[in-house]
């Protein structure tokens, strides 16, 4: 049997079983074999060549990168040419986008670059090929916008679904597991909270199935076996997500009161045809993104309105001086700051004070 059947079968018993205290160790172990199989299926398309690393040769242009992911027709290419100066073909048929086409869209002076992806069908990560490359821009996204049609509210599901299978995890934040190497190469398991979604048992049989035995794993968090196997591959990505509902203009509202329901997250409604929603589409874009603007003003000078310095929230002057030049935070004494991250006007503060959107920033060397 080869590895691609191999995953097959496999996947076909999971899904045949159904979920429940008694099938919950016998699950967390096909789930362990499932992910070293997809690993070897990976390292074997590897050594043939069939990787395409960033897949498409793109440039990373802008402050961030958007990844506009949905199935076939849902408006994918319609929403780039509205919200940037790109034009990519848009059709009343399947696969017209058959290649990535970035735009730039500019908003609160940020430079977000959108990528226009062909659409990924249910399938596409079994797959080898276009449907793989896809996948591998959007793992390298800061943000996926999965775009999703008013008529097939079910698509949000469909794509999460693909997407997980490829290692990419929306909206979530890495399991609390560290794994260390163990210099004896005799490793361990310690488990240093309250299980309750996963048995110590289970636990010790995923390690079995996917072979970590050189590794000291601790365990800080209430895993279940998936998080669990997620932290042992190492190689997920975790990327905010974002769900446009398009063609609502095509729908009333107690339709799409309905479509909330099946979708059952938060979604912005969009119209990429009349326009509806897509200026509060920038602004959740912009700020899931968690973009702030950083006024300067060099010593003595006027404060440069007109380009702020767009950097992510939480970042410090520190990180804002390594922006406006390398080597600058070794050289700063401090800064002044205006705003609202701070209580007086030009307060004196040191390199690891948190800036807030909307700050005015003098660096002091
Ligand atoms: N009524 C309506 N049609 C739309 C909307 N957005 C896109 N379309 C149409 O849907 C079809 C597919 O759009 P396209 O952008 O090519 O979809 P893609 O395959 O996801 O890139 C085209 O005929 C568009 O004109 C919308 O908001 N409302
Ligand atoms: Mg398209």
Not at 115 to 124: E, F, N, V
Not at 187 to 209: M, N, P, W, Y
Not at 287 to 311: N, S
Request: aromatic share 4%.
């Amino acid at each position: 049997l080869g590895i691609a059947e191999k995953i097959r079968e496999i996947e076909d018993e999971i899904h045949r079983t159904q979920v429940n205290k008694r099938t919950e160790h016998h699950l967390g172990l096909l789930k362990a074999k499932l992910a070293k199989l997809r690993q070897q299926l990976d390292e074997e398309r590897g050594r043939r060549g069939g990787r395409g690393g960033l897949g498409f040769a793109l440039k990373k242009g802008g402050d961030c990168t958007v990844a506009i992911v949905g199935l076939p027709s849902v408006g994918k290419s319609t929403i780039l040419n509205r919200l940037t100066n790109a034009k990519s073909k848009v059709a009343p048929y399947a696969f017209t986008t058959l290649d990535v086409v970035p735009g730039m869209m500019v908003h609160k002076g940020a430079r977000i670059q959108l990528l226009d992806l062909p659409g990924i069908l249910a399938g596409a990560a079994s797959g080898a090929g276009r449907g793989r490359k896809v996948l591998s821009v959007v793992r390298n996204a800061d943000l996926v916008l999965l775009v999703v049609d008013v008529f097939q509210p079910g698509g949000a599901s469909v794509l999460q679904r693909e997407l997980h299978e490829v290692g990419i995890r929306l909206n979530r934040r890495p399991p609390d597991v560290t794994l260390t190497k163990s210099p004896q190469g005799r490793g361990g398991v310690t488990i240093a909270c309250r299980l309750t979604r996963i048995s110590e048992s289970t636990v010790k049989g995923i390690l079995d199935v996917y072979g970590a035995h050189n590794a000291n794993i601790l365990i800080r968090e209430d895993v279940d076996a998936e998080e669990f196997i997620d932290a042992l591959a190492g190689n997920r990505h975790y990327v905010p997500a974002l769900v446009a509902l398009n063609k609502v203009d095509l729908v009333s509202t107690e339709y799409l009161a309905q479509a909330r329901k099946e979708i059952g997250e938060e979604f912005v409604p969009i119209s990429a045809e009349n326009g509806t929603g897509l200026e509060a589409l920038k602004e959740a874009i912009y700020g899931r993104l968690g973009l702030i603007r950083i006024y300067l003003k060099p010593q003595g000078g006027e404060t440069d309105f007109d380009e702020p310095l767009i950097v992510r929230s939480g970042s410090t002057i520190g990180t804002i001086c390594e922006r406006i030049r390398r080597g600058l935070a070794k050289e700063a004494k401090y800064a002044l700051v205006s705003g609202t991250s701070v209580r007086f006007k030009e307060q004196r503060v040191g390199l690891d004070h948190v800036v807030a959107d909307g700050d005015i920033v003098t660096v002091i060397r």
